[in-house]
């Protein structure tokens, strides 16, 4: 069992160090305000400081809100940084992560970036992702004990990875979400329950979960003119009606516009007998 150090003890960082403690592994936690006290009745030991942190373990794991507090955090413990192992979870960017990373190898830390893909309570159980990036090396050396907060996925060299697929399935997250939200709002508008939707809406999507495929297959060829049997004109005007509807209901059309505007660029671009996997096109375009 690992020496692992906890940096950050929020929702998410608690359920971290919760996880390995109960586990078996040897924890230390630091946290910027008190926190730590449940944590030491579990068993943890309670570290004064970020670099007292660092140097008490064979690992240290960042959890906190943002790239700034994490780099707030790891400068008060950049004196005890060279040669360890360093992970970071916190949710950024790519361009975050490879900051951080570029920082943290300057000062001989060995770096390793993540993106979780759970909430807290879902942390130790199965069902539960990590995405990593960055040191390969330090994944396997301590895969063991990153595999007891989740699954571990890692991505390649290249520390951006896992922000950029943290936040592309986040993006897929909240395309479902808005779509449900609005779905919600159209039923509720004529005195539907949402809850008795359900039974249509999920199977509804699981169903067109099934066409992902043949779009994935369109957008990474660049051909989105083969066997097409739903084109990109007639369910435009399926889009347009779902906005019109929306406005005679009662409801803002503001979720659904954004994807209107931009298939309507598309078949003004001439691209109307495309399968929709075409509109990918209009936002690439826009560097
Ligand atoms: P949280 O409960 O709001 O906790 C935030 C943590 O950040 C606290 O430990 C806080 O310390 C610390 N912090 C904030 N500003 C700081 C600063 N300037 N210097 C030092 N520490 C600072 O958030 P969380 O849910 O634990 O989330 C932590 C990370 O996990 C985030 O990147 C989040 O996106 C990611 N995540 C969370 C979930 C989730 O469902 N909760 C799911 C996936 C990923 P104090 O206690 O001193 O304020």
Not at 192 to 203: A, E, H, N, R, S
Not at 271 to 280: K, M, T
């Amino acid at each position: 069992m690992s020496r692992i150090s906890i940096l950050g003890l929020g929702a998410m960082g608690t359920a971290l160090a919760a996880t390995l403690v109960r586990k078996g592994h040897s924890v230390t936690v630091w946290n910027r305000t008190p926190r730590a006290e449940p944590l030491a009745s579990a068993g943890a030991t309670i570290a004064a400081t970020p670099a007292e942190a660092v140097a008490a373990s064979d690992l240290t794991i960042v959890c906190v809100v943002d790239y700034a507090a994490a780099g707030a955090v790891l400068a008060e413990a950049q004196d005890a940084l060279r040669g360890r192992d360093l992970v970071n979870i916190t949710n950024g960017t790519p361009r975050d992560a490879k900051n951080l990373a570029a920082w943290a190898e300057k000062k001989g830390a060995v770096y390793l970036d993540g993106g979780i893909m759970a909430i807290p309570p879902m942390i130790g159980e199965t069902g539960a992702l990590i995405l990593y990036s960055g040191s390969g090396a330090l994944f396997e050396r301590h895969k063991p004990s990153l595999d007891a907060l989740a699954e571990s996925r890692h991505l390649g060299e290249d520390p951006s990875l896992a922000a950029l697929y943290d936040l592309a399935l986040l993006s897929g997250m909240y395309g479902l979400f808005s779509g449900f939200l609005h779905a919600g709002a159209l039923v509720a508008s004529s005195g539907g329950k949402v809850t008795d939707f359900l039974p249509l809406l999920l199977p509804w999507i699981a169903a067109m979960s099934g066409t992902l495929p043949d779009l994935a297959n369109n957008i990474d060829s660049g051909l989105h003119d083969r066997s097409v049997v739903s084109n990109l004109a007639m369910q435009t005007v399926a889009l347009e009606n779902v906005a019109r509807a929306s406005t005679e209901q009662g409801v803002a059309p503001d979720f659904i516009e954004p994807m209107l505007r931009l298939a309507a660029r598309r078949i003004a671009e001439g691209h109307g007998n495309d399968d929709i996997s075409g509109v990918i096109e209009t936002i690439r375009r826009q560097k």
